[in-house]
């Protein structure tokens, strides 16, 4: 407790507007560095020797192109986006934004300031709005001209807005009931706030987690049952061999919106299920499939799903925790230009303050998950998935045109997935043959 005191009167002592400006500077350039590093590695035309085995010329120079123009436009993306940040700030925004939706409720219901959690929730549906119309253009640019070009997306234009319409309603049935329960109980629960809360946080993802596959993804994708056969009957001997408790297969119609490919599994308990994209069933053998899986299932024979929820629900605690001594703080609410201390804002601004300790744990989180994808590889590998993993993963990296080439650095901060060659060399699996393995639709079109 003594050390916490000490590390708030020294941030009393500073201006905290300033203190963000400066801390969200620092993180920006040296983000900013490291795409640069990366940025470096997608102008290498010539394909180093260690891919040589792995991806062809052909793919390898697709595979740059692309993430060159993703590289490209990210650093115009972060510039505007840093910029929007800052201006926001430094202008207090923020509190023209809570005064305005003040005035909203009073005209239009009669409320006054005391009406603190309804005006919270008129705030977020303002700011969320602003948030959603200036990320617009870069989320469209990024559909419709990037995957567009490198032959990714599969949306129309009414099909990207109608999800976007569905995102904002489910979000606003979902997340205002539970922002203003999260208010009510700060408010009410007094000093030890943090424990409730925390606990209302758990039980939100939970249920959150049980809805979302049966209510809200069938919003947007279509989910059916596989059909009897030689896939279906490979991968439910895979999940009798470990034990997995396997209840339902389906195939979901990734393919409606791009044709990059995934798989994964959910659910409590007995009653698993596991999704494959049709985009992978399309481009991928039952080995090459099973061994995905087998990849998968790995995650949940060690726990890693557990281990990760643990983690997170520690972290939420003491995030909640460190608020607690920052809540009333009328220092912290005046320096960025508000002359009342809502709870909804006094959180905001709590985490502009708990943004360096949220990177490092970002960073350490990172390095926790490239850990557990090497102990999921490991338990593919002892199955029998041996060259099939090797030559699943560099199919989907060929057809997902991954970035083969990748800085170590800017993978370590950015990506909690090792890269292809990092994986491939910690498997040590010699490939079959010399050559490398090529997009099928490719090798059609050269015959």
Partial sequence: MTTVNQVLSYLDSVNYKEYVIGFSCIVYVFEQYLNFRQHRRYLMRERPKDLADIVGES?????????????????????????????????????????????????????????EISQSLVFIIIFSFISTITSLPFSLYSTFV??????FNKQTLGLFFMDLLKSQLVFGAIMMPFLAAFLWIIKSTGERFYFYVWVTVVVFQMFF???????????????????????RTRIEELASRINFPLKKLYIIDGSKRSSHSNAYFYGFGKNK????????????TTDEICAVLAHELGHWAMSHTLKILAVTQIYMLTMFWLFSHFINNSRLYQDFGFSSMPTLIGFLLFQYIYAPVDSVIGFLMHVYQRKNEYEADAFALKLGFASTLRSALIKLSVKNLGGFNVDPWFSAWNRSHPSLTERLSALGIMPTSDKPIVNPEESKKEQ
């Fill in 273 to 284: 299920h596991i999704v494959l994209f049709d985009t992978l069933i399309d481009h991928s």
């Fill in 59 to 115: 793919d390898f120079t697709k595979s740059q192109s692309y993430n060159l123009d993703k590289s490209r436009f990210g650093f115009i993306e972060n510039a505007i986006k840093q910029a929007e940040a800052l201006l926001m700030i430094h202008y207090d925004v923020l509190p023209l934004l809570w005064d305005f939706s003040g005035r909203l409720l009073f005209e239009y219901l009669g409320y006054g300031p005391e009406y």
């Fill in 146 to 151: 990037i995957e567009q070009k490198h032959g």
């Fill in 209 to 231: 987690i049980t809805i979302y596959p049966t209510v809200i993804q069938p919003l947007f994708n279509k989910l059916t049952p596989m059909e009897a056969g030689e896939l």
